[in-house]
Structures are given as C-alpha cells and as structure tokens.
C-alpha cells in the first residue's frame, strides 16, 4: 500500500501544499506514496475577491490541475481528526460517512466568520457573497426609502474597508447613478482605518470622503433586525442591507489537533510548519500561527501567506515521509494593497505600511494581484510542479 500524504481543503494553502508535496515526491522517484486532497469541490474559491460583483464566477476549478499533477481528490467534509489513528472521519459527496487514513496530514481547512449573524450578510463564502449580490439587485423592485438604499458594514478591518467602498458603486449600478445612497461603516477604532496603520489610513480617509463613505467610530453592532441596527451607544440606523465582516476564526477542526492556538484558533507550529507535538500533521494557510521572521512577526490570514505556507508545509509533510530535510519557512517580506472602490487602491510596504501606490497605480496593481498572481496555475504539469517550489523568492 502506498505511503499517504493528506491535504483538508482546497484553498491556497491545501492546493499549493498539494503541489509542492507532489513536486518533491517526484524529484526523489517515489512512486511509493501519493498526495490526496479532501474537501467540498474541487475549485480555488477566490475569497478575497468575494467583495466584488459576479461573485458565482469567483473561482476556478481545479480537476484538471489534480488530473494532470497526479492529485487525488476526494469529495468530502471533514469532520473528525483522529491523530492517534492517523486518520479522517469525513462525509463524501453522497452524504456517506468514510474515512481517509494517512501518514502525514497538511491541516489547510481555512478560516471564518465566528458566528453568523440574522438579518446580516457577509462576504466571507461564496454562496453569501452571491446570497448578497441578488440582494442588492433586488433593491430595485422596493419602493424608494432610506432604508433601502443604505447599507451599513460591520468593521473597519481590511475586508470592512474593501467591502464598503465597492459599496456605492454598486448601489448606484442597481439604483441608478443619480440615486442617493448612503454606506456606513461601523468600527471600535478612534479614527478612519486605524486598524490598517497610521500611514494608510489618510488614503482610506480621502477615499472616504472623495466616495461618500460615513465612518461611525468608538461603536459595534449590538443590534441587527430586518429594518437596521442599533449600535453599543444606543444609535439606530434604519439600513436593508447589513453587511458582517468582523470575528474571523481558525476552521474548527484546529480544536481537534492537540496543541497551543492562538486567540484566533490557529495552531503553533514550528519553523517546518510541522504543529508543535505532533509527529505527523502541518498546518498551512489560515490554520497555522507561523513566524515569518527573526523579529516577532507571523504569517496573516491573508493569501499572501497561504500561497507560501501551503508551498513549505506540503513540501515538509513529503520531506518527513520520505527522510529528506525539510525547508525552513520564512517570509520576512510583507506588503498589502487595499481595494478602495472609485478611488483606486492603495499599495503599502513592510509591516509599517509604508505607503508606494496610491489611487490608479494602485488600482492597476491590485487588479493584477486579483486576477492573475493569486489564481492557480495552468493545468500543465511542468509548470504547476516548478511554481510549487517553496524555495521560490517570496515577493
């Protein structure tokens, strides 16, 4: 029986570990062990693209690229790991119970909003971010009101940000242009994207403000019903449309591998990715608390980092499965560009944010990060293996 590597989810991390364990096991002629992945549909859900409109077209499937790599898929829902055992009780695509058994497990299932919320929306899986755009078509068949031409978003974080300042146009496209429309967005900061460093938070204020963007500070959502919220100071906003974005968690099958977790449930996992006392499991992408340097910073839940993390945690889960040495993950690089709707984008550098890119340069580089950088790779094997090289320069 061959030697199993198992990767849970086929998101940025679970796809890019796949490969690279994939890649390694074939530099070294193993034909003995093979590379499976498990979960719901084999498709790249482009989630930080879910703010956008066309949000059903927001992915891409990735049969092809398993077929031709020489992944297995399996269709499935994890639903319980036993490490112990070293295996995987999960539900297939019929609704059966089965199990998957492994010799090394790459844990990528991803993270989530902690709590769904009645009467709001999110953008955090696809089918809502679709459930939200045939709300916001809808609009249109309503008779006029406040209400239903106000949309109110739940945090200032960066999906909050971007969320809401796609917001207007988006509106204005359902109501038309000369609609009045109102987004605010609601946040426990003291000022307009504290969150996102003091230097990025001018370009966020000016495009506020350029956008129409109302920001409500020193508040939370306490309240959402059919007709609005009512905010932590006793504030009513009559809004149809709610958008949550606040309380994202680790997938809950984290809880299930013994080991320290961060606040947000992500596992500590050493320099090799490998979860710290565990023998066999890694953990890439949303589920892994990685150090990314020497200097007390660690890995986001961002797709900046799942692309890397899952290139070194697949490529270590096949070097531990086969006794080669495994590869050291660091990405000391970090930059970030945040979509700010009309006004363009803005493009930062370092943990500082320093700001490069503003406006139309921004937007153009941001267009390219969306539809291009962050998508997998052709279904040509040659190149899907090479590009999940975790020696690859992080940019």
């Not at 790599?69 to 999960?90: C, L, M, N, P």
């Not at 944010?353 to 390219?368: S, T």
Request: net charge negative; proline share 4%; with cysteine.
């Amino acid at each position: 029986m061959k030697q199993h590597i198992l990767v849970l989810g086929a998101g940025f991390g679970g796809l890019w570990s796949a490969l690279s364990a994939t890649r390694l096991l074939e530099m070294h002629g193993r034909s003995d062990a093979m590379v499976s992945v498990l979960a719901p549909q084999a498709e790249l859900r482009i989630r930080p693209r879910f703010y956008e409109p066309d949000a059903a077209s927001l992915m891409a499937p990735l049969g092809e690229l398993f077929a031709v790599t020489g992944v297995r898929f399996i269709q499935g829902a994890a639903q319980h790991i036993d490490v112990s055992g070293k295996r995987v009780e999960y539900v297939d695509g019929q609704g059966n119970a089965a199990v998957a058994h492994y010799d090394q497990l790459v844990l990528a299932t991803g993270s989530g909003l902690a709590r769904s919320v009645e009467h709001a929306f999110d953008v955090d899986r696809i089918e809502e971010a679709v459930r939200l755009e045939q709300h916001l078509k809808s609009l249109a068949q309503r008779p006029y009101s406040a209400a239903r031409n106000t949309v109110v978003v739940a945090g200032g974080g960066f999906t909050g940000i971007e969320t809401a300042t796609e917001m207007p146009a988006r509106l204005r496209e359902v109501l038309g242009d000369a609609a009045e429309v109102r987004v605010i967005v609601v946040d426990r900061g003291q000022a307009i994207g504290a969150s996102q460093g003091e230097e990025i938070a001018r370009s966020i204020a000016e495009a506020s403000a350029e956008l129409g963007v109302e920001w409500r500070l020193n508040a939370s959502v306490e309240v959402v019903d059919a007709e609005g919220v009512t905010l932590s100071d006793g504030q009513r906003i009559e809004a149809s449309t709610v958008i949550w974005t606040t309380g994202v968690q680790a997938s809950a099958l984290t809880a299930q591998v013994p080991g320290e977790r961060d606040r947000m449930g992500r596992l500590h996992v050493d320099e090799h990715l490998r979860v710290i006392g565990q023998d066999a499991v890694f953990a890439a992408g949303d589920t892994a608390y990685a150090a990314t340097d020497d200097l007390g910073n660690h890995a986001l839940m961002t797709c900046q980092h799942a692309i890397p993390l899952g290139r070194h945690a697949g490529n270590n889960a096949a070097a531990r499965l086969i006794g080669v040495e495994p590869v050291v993950y660091r990405q000391p690089k970090y930059v970030t560009c945040l979509d700010l709707g009309g006004w363009g984008a803005v493009f930062t550098e370092g943990w500082d944010r320093q700001v490069k890119l503003v406006r139309e340069e921004g937007k153009a580089l941001k267009r390219q990060i969306n539809t291009q950088w962050i998508y997998p790779p052709v279904a040509d094997r040659a190149v899907a293996l090479a590009a999940a090289d975790p020696m690859i320069p992080i940019a």
